[in-house]
């Protein structure tokens, strides 16, 4: 039998992603998504992972063209259940970044340190 190895990595693993419902919307969303570059899917019999390197783009208007009807925040937060790296929400799509610092100008998050 091999040896298990644990540990942790301190550095950026510089992706981002989600994991939707497999349902009719998680599968047209996920099939919108794995169409854009250096998007990874995995599909599981519940749910599907939406894998991407530094960052993510949910357009709603596109999503909701595919679909056929209209698609907004609040259909996104339905068929999502996780999420890691920075997500930012605008009217029109969500973000998601794998680094904070790449959603600091999104954010109002100021980089500078302050000197006291």
Do not use: W
């Not at 419902?21 to 250096?38: F, L």
């Not at 339905?78 to 009217?91: K, L, N, P, W």
């Not at 029109?92 to 680094?99: P, S, Y």
């Amino acid at each position: 039998m091999s040896e298990m190895v644990f540990g942790s990595v301190a550095g950026s693993s510089n992706m981002c992603g989600v994991t939707l419902m497999n349902n009719q919307n998680g599968y047209v969303v996920a099939e919108v998504m794995g169409r854009k570059p250096g998007v990874k899917l995995v599909e599981f019999p519940s749910m599907i992972r939406v894998d991407s390197t530094e960052t993510l783009t949910f357009d709603f208007a596109e999503i909701g063209a595919e679909l056929g009807t209209e698609f907004d925040q609040t259909d996104f937060e339905e068929i999502m259940s996780t999420h890691y790296g920075r997500m930012v929400h605008f009217d029109d799509r969500t973000m998601l970044f794998a680094n904070p610092e790449e959603a600091a100008e999104y954010i109002g998050f100021d980089l500078q340190p302050v000197q006291q």
